[in-house]
């Protein structure tokens, strides 16, 4: 039986999940999938750091919060010495998830490139190393002999990077399009609902769909991430950031949500990408008044969805949820499952 | 490379277009996936039987219809002389799309287990077979060290089984329910735009959606069919055909339509399965009144999609066609990838 060494870069509620999803079911996941995860290291911005290559006792560690001390108290350091515990832990797998910059995408960027860099293999839930720096990354995955997954980028743990790698081998994809946000949909939905801006978006983050600054959901931006990872991952398109158009949610009144309505028609902000005639790739985020029969437009509330335009099949939509702590979780499991097939064969055999 | 010669047995609307598909597209396809195609052999009621192990030429036999004489002609028989063919052939695939039989799955059944008998693979479309006998044919294939696989028998192409398989390791899914027959979507649709269901039918015959005998599609014992499939391949439940409780949408009256209207409820005709407490499964077929925020109300048409009901990620739907000569065909070929990737390894290096 194989057992993956993982270490936790960012414990905040994703890398806990997954931390507790290890401590709850290491046993159910040994026998359903034939290999063990031991955690050997975890870093954290509030708890230092902590490597102990027989295991790192995961009660204890998910019984720490900041107000509790540091892991210097057992063993570790105060400090979050993240360059030295990436690429000297003896972990097999970096599970990456700490924040999201879309600048630069660091230090997520430089995360994944230490373990990558000391053959060690990523999976991350973090948009910002994927979109800015995704193609560098995962040729130097591929030069080291190790593995760049990241599922969990675009609709937690929700598969579709993988679905249109797997299940669409044979087909040519033209294109895509997306509802990649929750907030901004809960927002258009309650919006229909008769709400007005401001209290939608109070609303959702009372419901903790939205961050205290929602720009990144309304504006667009969140949106535009993802549709950079999924137009170069899946149309190979080679773009950049400032190659994907954006426009938020915020120029769609409740005058035109209600006029839409009497239309038949539902205002989504749609993340899409087409192939050209030339071969390029146009992609961009704004809303879009669908009709009420296009797939997407009964994608309601925090649910997300992505519909693939294929030439033999037309389209084919995946939807499910596009956040929280143990879907994100899932995202980094399916990530080393993805991990362990490749290395074994296993996936072919299902 | 690889090279897989295949029979195409029953040679309508699918195995044609395959063979299209395989004639058009072939060397596209041996790049892009790695494999060759080469027909070796087909029959049919109409047109006998041909053998060539050198290989059929597509273009003669795409030409030939029911009214331009037989394979006598060419060097075959007037004869369908499925079992000798299959059994003999030098195939190392038998792709199975003759007719759905409900009630004992034949002759399907019979080509199913002659082909894997003689340790060839089999992929069909045909839900029959899969309904009525999967478990002892998946049984008989590990056996004999060949492949039977049956993506097209429930979405056509749409990866609704292969998907579950292979997308959802490490999740346990509770159950599902799915808009598993377009032509019962597409009346209902109809009917809550207006339309009386004789004339919904009447416009679904002329589309080409619903046969000439609708009470299959309309009565829901296709979807029967499928949901038993799917409840043994995805819940290991193990029941019959007389375990799936069946109700058509034929008691759906536009009184009741309009009334669910009103209320913001819309009916569609369900298939779904769902274990129990106990580790038992219990499935059924019958037309539900969805809130419109179902993930399942929005699906229009003749879109068929599944939700699935999952521990870690909730409910995860794919939505695509549900039928179509093409939509169909790609099932067969994505049938024959994954045989090759379950050879290869391939898959596990996508």
């Not at 373990?115 to 910002?128: F, P, Q, R």
């Not at 190393?129 to 969990?152: D, K, M, Y």
């Not at 009144?253 to 749609?270: D, H, M, N």
Request: aromatic share 4%; hydrophobic share 45%; glycine share 12%.
């Amino acid at each position: 039986m194989t057992t993956y060494d993982i270490a936790l870069i960012g414990f905040g509620g994703v890398n806990r999940t997954l931390a507790e999803l290890v401590a709850a079911r290491g046993d159910t996941l040994r026998s359903e999938l034939g290999f063990g995860l031991r955690v050997v290291a975890i870093t954290d911005l509030r708890l230092g750091s902590l490597v102990q290559p027989e295991g790192i006792d995961l009660g204890m560690a998910l019984n720490m919060d900041g107000a509790s001390g540091t892991f210097a108290a057992h063993g570790g350091s105060a400090d979050t010495i993240n360059e030295s515990v990436i690429r000297n832990c003896t972990a097999d797998i970096i599970c990456e998830a700490t924040f999201t910059n879309p600048e630069d995408g660091e230090p997520a960027v430089s995360h994944v490139r230490w373990a990558l860099e000391s053959n060690k293999s990523v999976c991350t839930t973090n948009k910002g190393p994927v979109a800015i720096r995704g193609a560098e990354l995962t040729s130097l995955a591929e030069q080291n002999g190790v593995h760049f997954e990241f599922e969990g980028a675009v609709m937690s743990g929700t598969p579709v990077i993988r679905l249109a790698k797997k299940m669409f081998a044979g087909l040519k994809l033209n294109g895509f399009e997306g509802i990649l946000n929750g907030t901004s949909n809960y927002v258009l939905g309650r919006m229909e609902a008769g709400l007005d801006f401001e209290a939608a978006i109070s609303e959702a983050q009372k419901l903790g769909y939205a961050e205290a600054n929602p720009a990144a959901d309304i504006e667009g931006y969140d949106v535009q991430l993802k549709v950079l990872i999924l137009a170069n991952e899946l149309l190979d398109a080679g773009i950049e950031l400032k190659d994907v158009q954006r426009q938020g949610i915020s120029t769609v009144t409740p005058e035109k949500i209600q006029k839409a309505s009497r239309e038949g028609l539902r205002w989504k902000l749609v993340g899409s990408a087409r192939r050209n005639v030339d071969g390029s790739v146009t992609a961009g985020v704004s809303p879009v008044a669908l009709p009420l029969d296009h797939g997407l437009a009964g994608v309601s509330g925090a649910t997300n969805a992505v519909s693939f335009e294929t030439d033999l099949l037309g389209a084919v939509t995946v939807s499910g949820p596009g956040a929280g702590r143990v879907e994100t979780a899932y995202a980094l499991l399916s990530d080393i499952i993805a991990m362990h097939a490749a290395r074994t064969g296993a996936a072919a055999h299902v």
